[in-house]
C-alpha cells in the first residue's frame, strides 16, 4: 500500500525557514515526478513545486519561486521542500503527491497527481 507521510511543519516567524520532509513507502518513487501543494484556511489547494523523476528539473507557482526550493533523495524514497523568507500568507497545510500518468510538466493541476499524504501544518506569525 502506498503511504505519503509528510513533516517538518511548525509555528515560525515572518522571514523565517522550515524544510518538509516527504517520506514515501509502498512503492519505489524515483521514476516519478514528486509535488507539493498547500491549502490555507477557506481556499482551494493550490500547487506549490515539483520535481522530475531524476531531480534534474524544478518547477515552482510565481508566489514561491526564488524563496522554496524543492528536492528528491531517492536512496531514501523522500522528497524535501526547503522553504525561506516565510511570509504570513504561507501558512497553510502542505501536502505531497505523486505525479500520475496523467501528469505532464509544468501542469499546476492536482488531478495531475495521486497518492495524497495527510499534510503538515505551517504557520508563519507577522
Known amino acids: 500500500q502506498v503511504q505519503l507521510v509528510e513533516s517538518g511543519g511548525g509555528l515560525v516567524q515572518a522571514g523565517g525557514s522550515l524544510r518538509l520532509s516527504c517520506a514515501a513507502s509502498g512503492r519505489t518513487f524515483n521514476r516519478y515526478p514528486m509535488g507539493w501543494f498547500r491549502q490555507a484556511p477557506g481556499k482551494e489547494r493550490e500547487y506549490v513545486a515539483a520535481i522530475n523523476w531524476s531531480g534534474t528539473s524544478t518547477h515552482y507557482a510565481d508566489s514561491v519561486k526564488g524563496r522554496f526550493t524543492i528536492s528528491r533523495d531517492d536512496a531514501k524514497n523522500t522528497v524535501y521542500l526547503q522553504m525561506n523568507s516565510l511570509k504570513p500568507e504561507d501558512t497553510a497545510v502542505y501536502y505531497c503527491?505523486?505525479?500520475?500518468?496523467?501528469?505532464?510538466?509544468?501542469?499546476?493541476?492536482?488531478?495531475?497527481?495521486?497518492?495524497w499524504g495527510q499534510g503538515t501544518q505551517v504557520t508563519v506569525s507577522s
Open positions: 503527491a505523486v505525479g500520475s500518468q496523467a501528469f505532464s510538466w509544468g501542469s499546476t493541476t492536482e488531478d495531475e497527481f495521486e497518492y
